[in-house]
């Protein structure tokens, strides 16, 4: 791909960093993760990971991570994806303090959806052999897109390596018989599974997908006993900010800078075909100490996480329940006042009717004042009569 679009992406922006640049982070990682290990447990015995264990548990992880990728039929794009994610966030995390498997079977989950391949559920945790729930997975996977700060577009170097085997195809194999020189086949799938095992190394971290794929060609050829065509690279457009290149030979010069710094990372990565993957025994023994390490409450088998994850979900509860009774109430009130039918518009009612009661006695009692002043009147009235009509007789 084109350098002015990969140079747009997150990745370019946000996840290339110089060998000092993710030592230090990792270090950093690991000794606040053992100063909380310490604060958590008072026992001089149980004693954190180290850099080195903790570099040998994400590569078996990692490893895990392709073969069930393998396992469920997953393009390369989505299990390069999944190992992206999970290095990622054991960037900016110890592995003391989340649970490799659970963040590896997200990983793996969430980057089938992000490379559009997505697998059902079931199908899913039947061949990962996973026991975590369709929530879980869902809650695991919004933990590491925040801890990703939501960087969850990755790149690769197969495309470049597509394109840059098509054009050695289209011009160089046919030039002065090199097709008797070197089996292709051999040499394709040779350089093939070093960018698959590429993946496995931190290059993702320091170089870019176009320079990873040039500097892995030209490794394959190396072992191979060809000088490679590097001139042959001017013809593509550059991974490199071309606005910073005057000159064609620059850029070249450019290119075997880069190859000269990815053979260097190849090397420090411990090498792209043999590492010091550790035997079944020791495996053991650091999961033993991982587990001796590990905050429980990050991992979903512990009780500890369980009683977490329940009071969590009675929060939650508690609130969704709060909001709705809140809504009802609201919507009591807006259709009481609306049709005069309900709580509050019967005491609405109740007031105006006892007003009413209260006015009609006022009236009443003013009506039986006049009867009775009319009537006391009227009898004045006939006994004045009654006096005239004595006086008279």
Known sequence: MPMAHFEATTQAKYWLFTSGQVEEMRKNNNQEASKRLKERIDNEEIEPLTLEEEAKLRRIYEIGIQKNAEKLGLPEAAQATAVTLFKRYFLRTSVMEADLSTIAITSLYLASKIEEYYIPFKEFAAVVETTLSVDQLLFFEMEIMQRLDFHISCYHPYLSFSALWFLLEKSWWNMEARNDLVDKKKLYSFARSLIHNSLLTDLMFFLSPGQ??????????????????????????????????????????????????????????????????????????????????????????????????????????????????????????????????????????????????????????????????????????????????????
């Open 212 to 393: 990873i794929a040039l500097g892995i060609l030209s490794f394959a050829f190396s072992r191979f006993h060809i000088s490679f065509p590097l001139d042959l690279c001017l013809t593509l457009e550059s991974e490199r900010n071309r606005e910073n290149v005057a000159e064609e030979v620059d850029w070249l010069s450019l290119w075997e800078q880069s190859i000269t710094e990815l053979k260097q990372e190849i090397s420090t990565c411990g090498g792209l075909y043999s590492w010091n993957i550790p035997t079944g025994e020791e495996t053991k023994q650091l999961l033993k100490k991982l587990s001796l390490c590990i905050d429980p409450r990050v991992d979903p088998k512990s009780a500890e996480y369980l009683e977490m994850m329940k009071k969590r979900e009675d929060d939650k509860e508690m609130k969704r329940l709060e909001k709705n009774r809140a809504f009802s109430e609201r919507r009591k009130r807006e259709f009481a006042m609306i049709t005069g039918i309900g709580e509050d518009a019967s005491q609405v009612s109740e007031t105006k009717l006892e007003e009413n009661v209260e006015h009609i006695r006022a009236e009443d009692l003013s009506k039986k004042t006049e009867e009775m002043e009319e009537i006391e009147q009227s009898t004045l009235l006939d006994k004045d009569d009654m006096k005239k009509k004595r006086r008279r007789e």
